[in-house]
């Protein structure tokens, strides 16, 4: 398996992305390689910089593909898909679409990605649309799967049935979980809640034979555990998303700014950090622990990691992307939903 990686389009490329691709090395298989994708004499120097060794002389699993530009969160996204061709993350969608990697990774450009996806690997035939997927924390520490979390606006009936059916097997696949349960966002629990479209996207759902359908559930609930499959339109899925990170993040700060306000709280923190209860709280709440988010119903495996992503978040996504391909969604999602 060889998972491309595009380090040129994070808020902390390429260095975070070179350093959590050699460091994550020893987490994959020992048949997983890995194409750094981007500039090759930066690349070079950074691993001079920072193992003082050249690349050949720590691993023959990591192989450098240059691209001579970059796609940036300024460029607007079809334009920079169509017309920079010698982006990194151009190279690494052409790379993907001639079979020369298994999966792709990038930090950059959110809507670059989706119409790179869409235009370059390809949409599943049978696949109305595809959608943006991202894993977030439960209080069982299991997670679920959130989507669409921004790639579609303003969606159809088919593409609630859809994406809980892809997401179904996302999570079967990949994460083991059996019949996992889905949950359809609304302003209540009742079936008669929202607008016209959900309350038929609700009656829709039930209707599936292979979706465990939970409900209505409403945004404070999504991180009981209930449910493993939230599913919503993009507009309010990425609005959750963002508030749920939003959250999770003041939380930390003000657990911190607490902890170290008076003296009895600085020992009880000291308690604490010594427990190791800070350290295990902190990373049940962080979203990054759980990887990227996924573009479910393209022709390959699509990862986007977070733009601030450092090295320890590059490590986890490729191992989300070394499990996307193992548990071969792509092929299932064809053959129980594109065949319909």
Known sequence: MNILLDTMGGDNSPDEFIKGAIEGLDGLEKTTTITLIGDENIIKQKIKEFYNKDLEEITDRITIKHASDVITNHDVPTEAIKNKKDASMNIGFDLL????????????????????????????????????????????????????????????????????????????NVLEMENPAVGLLNIGSEEEKGTELLKEANKALKEQEDINFYGNIEGRYMFDGDVRIVVTEGFSGNIALKTAEGIGLTLSKMLKEELTKKTLSKIGAGILKASGAITTLKKRMDYSEYGGALLLGVEKPIIKCHGSGKAKDVKIVLKQAEDFVNGKVVDAIKERIAKK
């Open 97 to 172: 679409k001639q079979g020369e990697g298994d999966s792709f990774i990038s930090a950059g450009n959110t809507g670059a990605i989706l119409v790179g996806g869409l235009l370059k690997v390809g949409r599943i035939k049978g696949i109305d649309r595809p959608a943006l997927c991202a894993l977030l924390p439960t209080i069982d520490g299991q997670g679920f799967m959130l989507l669409d979390c921004g790639a579609n606006t303003n969606c159809k009936l088919i593409n609630f049935v859809q994406f809980a059916q892809m997401a179904t097997i996302y999570m079967e």
